[in-house]
């Protein structure tokens, strides 16, 4: 949908080392944000990106880090691997340049697991 | 503090009858409401939305109702089929700034064959 893919797919990976989470779209949409999504959650916005290099935090920050230094890729990095961030985290796209409530459009999803 | 809250976590309907999913907001500032509609080990889905200046919208199947002096609305199925069995999310924001969406626990809908 929209064009999104986000890799990898799966990763395992051992406390305190670091990862780094891709999105990438094809279709320029300015906006981009990651979610993660976990048990008696929901979805929860972490942090989100409203043009190259301009990023801001969100809900669940901590121990986040965002970059994008080209409009088609949002990088998500989690410095030092905590047991805690083992989630689902997906990426989202919004236009927003024709008209207001544009809905965003979700990438598949990168399973997280953090030993 | 839990601003959209999907207060019922399952919803079981037989094949051909209505699904009435439900959602609460308590930000009055909230003024788009959407819901998506999640398959497993896959993204959300778009599914349909609301703007406040409206009451009601209607797509197909699918229709939202939106009241908002009880601040609250729904998300009406009719008529329900098995591939409507998903985890349906409702979510909220305000053109505040960043429009960011707000988005509740999520309600499991089974339609039964």
């Known amino acids: 949908d929209a064009g999104i893919t986000q890799s990898p797919r799966h990763k395992v990976t051992e406390t305190g080392t670091p990862v780094t989470l891709r999105c990438h779209q094809t279709?320029?949409?300015?906006?981009m944000y990651w979610y993660r999504q976990d048990p008696g959650h929901g979805l929860r916005l972490i942090h989100y990106s409203y043009g190259v290099k301009d990023t801001d935090k969100g809900e669940v920050s901590d121990g986040y880090s965002v970059s994008r230094s080209k409009t088609e890729d949002f990088l998500l990095t989690l410095e030092s691997a905590t047991s805690s961030q083992t989630s689902v985290y997906f990426c989202?796209?919004?236009?927003?340049?024709?008209?207001?409530?544009?809905?965003?459009?979700f990438g598949d999803g990168t399973r997280l697991s953090i030993l | 503090d839990q601003q959209v809250k999907q207060n019922s976590p399952s919803l079981s309907v037989q094949e051909g009858r209505i699904s009435i999913l439900n959602c609460d907001y308590t930000?009055?500032?909230?003024?788009?409401f959407l819901w998506y509609k999640k398959y497993p080990a896959e993204g959300p889905t778009f599914l349909i939305s609301i703007s406040s200046i409206k009451d009601k919208n209607e797509d197909g199947r699918f229709t939202v109702f939106l009241n908002k002096s009880a601040k609250h609305l729904s998300l009406h199925i009719v008529p329900s089929q098995p591939g409507d069995s998903a985890v349906y999310f409702c979510?909220?924001?305000?053109?505040?700034?960043?429009?960011?969406?707000?988005f509740g626990k999520g309600m499991k809908l089974t339609v039964n064959p």
């Open positions: 989202a796209t919004e236009s927003r340049d024709k008209a207001k409530n544009q809905p965003q459009h």
């Open positions: 979510a909220a924001s305000f053109q505040g700034g960043s429009e960011k969406l707000v």
């Open positions: 279709e320029n949409h300015r906006y």
């Open positions: 930000n009055s500032m909230f003024d788009y």
